[in-house]
């Protein structure tokens, strides 16, 4: 993203694909991610998400289309390459240790340290003190972050992961399914904190199976069929009705229930 159009996409995947073997996981999908907007990623296992997001994090590298990074046509050589151009990924699987506080999971592999020599040793302060103001920079008001983070909850340990990524300088955020095993109010609290992500001017890329998440806070939906586009859509021309609708088959669905019908 240049200084003179700041309404330039961050990440811009065009017609974009991965295959593996003779098994086509991902052919011809465009996506734009702009700063401060949702792009809201769908679709059934099987759909090619997971292969949109190993190539968007940098853990595989597309073998056809273009992927631009601030406009720049690149191949990302591993996922720090991709934290170093400012794409932080959060997986469903937080990669936590459940036993260590809050602070030190905040800072795990990134750890501050104070003194020289001998006596360097971690700036245990500094951390804590850094992880209290950053959660609540992000509205995270946490009883206690000397806690193990196991004691958290589901989405509370979301919240923390989605507020180490804006500490440490990301400027686009993928979500991999954060409210996929959650409760209702648990997924209300981690998409609020999708919406806090956007507001301070990341660019958000959600990927997920719920519709009705998903019209909750996208600006955009994208949504992915056996590895290909089943459509892209703004919220202004898309309802929540017929999201779910082509989420769930589209036409596909209405030759079932004819079907059905019929039999």
């Known amino acids: 993203m240049t200084a003179t159009d700041p309404s330039a996409p961050?990440?811009?995947l065009s017609g974009v694909s991965r295959h593996y073997g003779t098994v086509r996981a991902l052919e011809d999908v465009s996506l734009e991610v702009h700063p401060g907007r949702?792009?809201?990623v769908l679709g059934d296992n099987g759909a090619g998400k997971s292969t949109l997001i190993k190539i968007i994090?940098?853990?595989?590298?597309h073998d056809?289309?273009?992927?631009?990074?601030?406009?720049?046509?690149?191949?990302?050589?591993?996922?720090?390459?991709a934290l170093d151009r400012g794409i932080a990924t959060v997986y469903q699987d937080l990669a936590v240790v459940p036993l260590m506080p809050v602070w030190r999971n905040f800072f795990l592999g990134s750890e501050?340290?104070?003194g020289a020599g001998p006596f360097r040793r971690l700036d245990v302060d500094l951390?804590?003190?850094?992880?209290?103001?950053?959660?609540?920079?992000?509205?995270?008001d946490l009883r206690d972050v000397d806690q193990p983070i196991g004691t958290l909850s589901g989405g509370e340990r979301q919240c923390v992961a989605i507020a180490r990524a804006v500490y440490f300088g990301a400027k686009v955020l993928v979500l991999d399914e954060p409210t996929a095993a959650l409760?209702?109010?648990?997924?209300?609290?981690?998409?609020?904190?999708?919406?806090?992500?956007?507001?301070?001017?990341?660019?958000?890329?959600?990927i997920t199976h719920n519709p009705h998440h998903a019209y909750l806070v996208g600006d955009r939906f994208v949504l992915l069929r056996r590895g290909t586009m089943a459509g892209s859509h703004t919220r202004d021309d898309i309802t929540l009705d017929e999201l779910t609708r082509q989420m769930a088959g589209g036409s596909d669905l209405d030759d079932l229930r004819h079907e059905l019908r019929h039999t």
């Open 10 to 12: 961050l990440v811009e």
């Open 38 to 40: 949702i792009t809201c």
């Open 57 to 61: 994090s940098g853990l595989h590298r």
């Open 64 to 81: 056809g289309g273009v992927l631009r990074i601030d406009g720049e046509e690149t191949r990302l050589a591993s996922p720090r390459d």
């Open 112 to 114: 501050p340290r104070k």
């Open 127 to 140: 951390m804590r003190r850094t992880t209290r103001a950053e959660l609540l920079r992000m509205g995270i």
């Open 183 to 206: 409760g209702v109010k648990q997924s209300g609290v981690v998409l609020k904190y999708v919406a806090a992500a956007r507001d301070q001017g990341l660019g958000v890329v959600l």
